[in-house]
């Protein structure tokens, strides 16, 4: 006999956990009906995977979690540096009065 009544926390948190399990799995561990399950994972925030920038994508690595900056990138940070770095300084800068 399945439960009635909202889903208890750790339903929820169970849920949440195991989205990528099926939803007649799902409804045989936690013992509740697959319209209640169905509604809960249809409120769920929908997972995006981020695309990687551009100067991300020209590091070199490997499979042994070295990481090398190319020339490109290199290039690339430089070129943005300039930018980062005149926002940034008239918020730093002070000047000694009497001068």
């Not at 997972?47 to 990138?73: C, H, I, P, W």
Request: charged share 35%; hydrophobic share 25%.
């Amino acid at each position: 006999m399945t439960k009635k009544g909202p889903l208890s926390k750790a339903e929820r948190f169970y849920l949440e956990h195991h989205k990528s399990v099926d939803l007649d799995t799902l409804c045989k561990d936690l013992d509740r009906a697959k319209s209640s399950v169905k509604k809960f994972l249809g409120t769920l925030p929908k997972e995006k995977k981020t695309e990687d920038s551009l100067l991300y994508q020209q590091f070199g690595r490997n499979e042994k979690g070295s990481t090398v900056m190319t020339q490109s990138a290199s290039e690339m940070a430089d070129s943005r540096r300039v930018e980062f770095n005149a926002k940034k300084r008239p918020s730093c800068v002070t000047t000694i009065k009497g001068e």
